[in-house]
């Protein structure tokens, strides 16, 4: 089955970085666009960034722009998301997602497939 599994999370002071992972298994990951979403205690899920299926494209959502970097490899079956300049407004429960139908890189949840358990990322003040 269909597995993608986030690592990377962490307790950081603002200003600091954090590595995001998710490998991915069962799918045939150069298929699928990958995308990083979070969800904050209350809020909804929002679109982080995403990155086409041969890593040449990339949407970022404005509030990361200039602070986060999504990155893939598809021999490794992995995306990665680097967090720079972190603020507190980022603690969230980041999540992975695949989406293997979309012609580009959607930033509604509902096109995605597969998702991630989720990994907790703190920033504190």
């Known amino acids: 089955q269909v597995q993608l599994v986030e690592s990377g999370g962490g307790l950081v002071q603002a200003g600091g970085s954090l590595r995001l992972s998710c490998a991915a298994s069962?799918?045939?990951?150069?298929?699928?666009?990958m995308a990083w979403f979070r969800q904050a205690p209350g809020k909804e899920r929002e679109f982080v960034v995403g990155?086409?299926?041969?890593?040449?494209?990339?949407n970022y959502a404005d509030s990361v722009k200039g602070r986060f970097t999504i990155s893939r490899d598809n021999a490794k079956n992995t995306v990665y998301l680097q967090m720079n300049s972190l603020k507190p407004e980022d603690t969230a429960v980041y999540f992975c997602?695949?989406?293997?139908?979309?012609?580009?890189?959607?930033?509604?949840?509902?096109?995605?497939?597969?998702w991630g358990q989720g990994t907790q990322v703190t920033v504190s003040s």
């Open positions: 997602a695949a989406d293997g139908g979309s012609a580009g890189i959607s930033i509604t949840p509902g096109m995605y497939d597969y």
């Open positions: 069962g799918l045939t990951f150069r298929s699928y666009v």
């Open positions: 990155v086409s299926r041969s890593g040449g494209m990339t």
